[in-house]
């Protein structure tokens, strides 16, 4: 259900930011799960005999506001109280009461309801998935996983098994897909917003 995420996590993994980067998106799982836009994964492989799993929808671009940044900053307090008593694991169909509680405070930052906020969180993080952290500069995605593939090839330090793994992830989310940001005002937003929204990551 992350995989709207999958390429924004994989740019940070390497930089250290990708537990904080889903901190701050950790609601997107749950909201997901809402619009049951993909099945739960099963523990096992599938029979042969069912239906492969559909395809992830793609993301919604939109083009982003202030209020709209401001307001996901604002909520990530209210939204984590919320969501950190819940299992890793989102439910295919979440509960209706915790689905209540996450439109009340999307409601009260501005949003129409969690929805949105889930989808300005989305194209926030399409839009960090593309910044150089070191020169906080917008690169483009492609070039940011390029770096990270270049850096942990350079670590010696780093055990071989775990090299090997971060390449392997690295490496697949360099052969997705990439779609490009066609809201171009969306990256000068970021921008502007940069350090407050690492900032918050990195307090997460």
């Not at 930089?15 to 739960?40: D, H, M, N, R």
């Not at 971060?166 to 000068?188: F, S």
Request: charged content about 25%; hydrophobic content about 45%.
């Amino acid at each position: 259900m992350r995989s709207s995420i999958r390429l924004a996590a994989a740019a940070f993994t390497v930089a250290g930011l990708a537990l904080a980067f889903t901190a701050i998106s950790s609601q997107s799982v749950l909201a997901q799960a809402a619009k049951q836009q993909a099945p739960a994964k099963q523990a096992a492989p599938a029979p042969a005999a069912q239906p492969a799993e559909p395809a992830p929808q793609p993301l919604k671009q939109i083009a982003l506001t202030d209020k709209q940044v401001e307001g996901v900053l604002a909520a990530q307090k209210g939204l984590d109280a919320i969501t950190d008593k819940l299992p890793q694991d989102a439910p295919a169909k979440p509960d209706p009461k915790i689905t209540a509680q996450l439109d009340d405070v999307a409601k009260k930052n501005g949003f129409a309801n969690y929805g949105e906020y889930n989808d300005v969180v989305e194209n926030v993080m399409m839009v960090l998935g593309g910044f150089d952290p070191k020169t906080k500069a917008y690169v483009g995605p492609e070039t940011v996983i390029k770096q990270q593939i270049a850096a942990v090839q350079a670590d010696k330090k780093m055990p071989a098994k775990d090299k090997k793994a971060a390449l392997d992830e690295l490496n697949g989310a360099l052969k997705q897909p990439i779609p490009a940001v066609e809201n171009k005002g969306n990256i000068d937003l970021v921008t502007k917003y940069y350090d407050k929204l690492t900032a918050a990551m990195q307090d997460e």
